[in-house]
C-alpha cells in the first residue's frame, strides 16, 4: 500500500498476533519508545496509524514540512503521495505493519514507521 517511497519494508501479523515492536535499523532505538520519549531517536520521522489515521509522531523536520501541505488529514492511502509531496522520499525508510484483531469480527490495521538516515540537523 505504501509502494511508492524507494525504501520499504512490510510486516503483516497472523490475525490475533500482536503488531511487533518495531526497532529503528540504524541505532536500535524501540520506535515507540523513541515517539513517547521526550527526546526521541534523530531517525525517527513519523509513526502513522492506520486504525486512527493520523500521525502519531513527527519529528521536527517533518512537522515543518507538514505545515506547508495544505492537506491536514492524511488517510493511509494518501500516506505515500503525501510524504512524496512534501519531499520526504529519497532518504526514507518505511516500515509498514500489518496486524488484526478479533472484536466480535476481524479488524485489520497498518501502521507505517518512517525512519530517515540522513536526517537534516
Ligand atoms: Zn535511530
Redesign the pocket.
Known sequence: MFQPIRFYAAIEQPLSFRPPRIH?P??G?PAFAAARAPRP????EFVYSGKLGVFEYRSATFLQRCAKAALQEVTLDQLADYVLRIGRSNSLLAIEVTYGAINGRPAWHTDVYGFDFCAEE
Open positions: 529503528c540504524a541505532c532505538k531517536c534523530e531517525h525517527l
